[in-house]
């Protein structure tokens, strides 16, 4: 089957020109997934789960990832962080290939803290894991939880927390390894609308300050388009990038871009895109000929 990769700007206003682009903080070239089934042995047997892909992200740059379901979007982020390997290809991280270093960090859809742990504590576990000092460890955790809110919080145990302070929690957590590439897997996906458009808006202002490369897991086609400056769209059976699109709202994004026209007609024409990759959206069309024209949601 053929990678389909489309790449074009999806801006309001029309392009703007684009300076010298600065070495890429993530590469991937012709990397490719194939997991080995134990009822099934043998490389011929498995379906791969990620075709040979090639992605060049900048650094600073927010990219959102939508995809139906079982598309690769964790496996991507597994073989990006070095928990899975890749069964082919290479993938570069600021230079150096992935979990060698410690420039990276990750959020996951569950808060995952340690509940016998404080607020604070619970901030610090990556710190102690890589042998911070501590006086280095205090003064992350003050200005990770100060970031995200929650500097009045840090005696408090997980379970006092809501789930968006818990969510925040981790967040803190990864920021105070004061990471360059922040992967982040469907990390406001168990929260309520409210709270996730808020902590949407505290992330953005966060990556204003601090410009680490994001790569962000969603299920929302709003929640990419409001915060990424780009978004893929990844197709399944094999995972592959149907969509590459840049997405040229201006910033600072706040609730009134939610409002606006070319907000609104963006996360449409997103949406129509998404659903014509998705084998279950009932469109009939076929995830290789997603890429030219997309069909409008019926
Ligand atoms: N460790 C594994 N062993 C075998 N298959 C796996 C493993 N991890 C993921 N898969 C398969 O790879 C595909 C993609 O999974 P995943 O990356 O979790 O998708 P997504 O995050 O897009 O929903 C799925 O079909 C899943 O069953
Ligand atoms: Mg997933």
């Given amino acids: 089957m053929p990678v389909t990769s489309s790449s074009f700007a999806v801006s309001p206003a029309g392009a703007a020109t684009a300076p010298a682009p600065p070495p890429p ?11 080995r089934s134990s009822d099934a042995p043998g490389p011929a047997s498995a379906p791969p789960v990620l075709a040979p892909l090639d992605l060049t992200i900048s650094p600073g740059e927010f990219v959102a990832v939508l995809g139906p379901s079982g598309c690769g979007k964790s496996t991507l982020l597994r073989l990006l962080s070095g928990l899975a390997e890749p069964s082919a290809g290479t993938i570069t991280i600021d230079g150096h290939p992935p979990g060698q270093g410690d420039d990276l960090a990750y959020v996951f859809q569950d808060a995952t803290l340690l ?7 619970n901030v610090e576990t990556l710190l102690r894991l890589r042998r911070v000092p501590a006086a280095e460890r205090a003064r992350r955790r003050e200005a990770a939880l100060a970031l995200v809110g929650l500097a009045d919080r840090a005696r408090a145990y997980p379970r006092q927390l809501s789930g968006g302070q818990k969510m925040r929690v981790s967040l803190a957590r990864a920021l ?7 992967l982040l897997d469907e990390p406001f996906g168990a929260l309520d609308e409210m709270t996730r458009d808020r902590l949407g808006e505290e992330l953005l202002a966060i990556h204003a300050r601090q410009r680490w490369t994001a790569l962000f897991v969603t299920h929302s086609v709003a929640e990419a388009v409001f915060l990424a400056t780009r978004i893929l769209v990844l197709a399944p059976r094999p995972g592959r990038i149907a969509h590459d699109l ?8 706040t609730h009134d871009t939610r409002r606006s026209a070319d907000y609104l007609r963006l996360v449409a024409e ?26 409008p949601a019926p």
């Fill in 176 to 182: 105070a390894t004061e990471p360059r590439v922040l």
């Fill in 115 to 121: 509940p016998w742990l404080r607020v604070d504590a």
């Fill in 25 to 35: 903080a993530l590469r991937l070239e012709q990397v490719s997934k194939r997991f």
């Fill in 270 to 295: 997103v949406s129509a895109r998404l659903r014509a990759v998705d084998p279950e959206s009932g469109t009939g069309v076929p995830p290789a000929a997603s890429s030219s024209a997309p069909s």
């Fill in 246 to 253: 840049r997405v040229e709202l201006p910033y600072p994004r």
